[in-house]
């Protein structure tokens, strides 16, 4: 049983439509994402990576997600 003074969830108001739609999604945490790339030491350093690693991405490494023709435009 819960203690009286904790916080309950509210459960979320639907509309009629949302009502009959059963097929719901909900995803949490971090997507998991192979890069397979043929480069050179220099863009290794650019990036603070090494070969045949695994990292968790942070700010310095979303130029990488970008697609080619667009990195042109940053």
């Known amino acids: 049983?819960?203690?009286?003074?904790?916080p309950k969830a509210k459960k979320p108001k639907?509309?009629?439509d949302?009502?009959?739609?059963?097929n719901l999604?909900?995803?949490m945490g971090n997507p998991?994402?192979?890069?397979?790339?043929?480069?050179d030491k220099d863009f290794l350093d650019k990036y603070s990576l090494k070969p045949n690693d695994q990292i968790?991405?942070?700010d310095k490494h979303k130029a990488l997600f970008v697609?080619?023709?667009?990195q042109h435009l940053l």
Do not use: H, N, Y
């Not at 049983?1 to 904790?6: G, I, L, P, T, V």
């Not at 998991?32 to 480069?39: E, F, G, N, W, Y």
């Open 18 to 22: 949302e009502k009959t739609d059963s």
């Open 14 to 16: 639907l509309s009629e």
């Open 67 to 70: 697609p080619p023709v667009l």
């Open 25 to 27: 999604l909900f995803g």
């Open 56 to 58: 968790l991405a942070e």
């Open 1 to 6: 049983a819960m203690a009286s003074d904790e």
């Open 32 to 39: 998991l994402l192979d890069i397979c790339a043929v480069v």
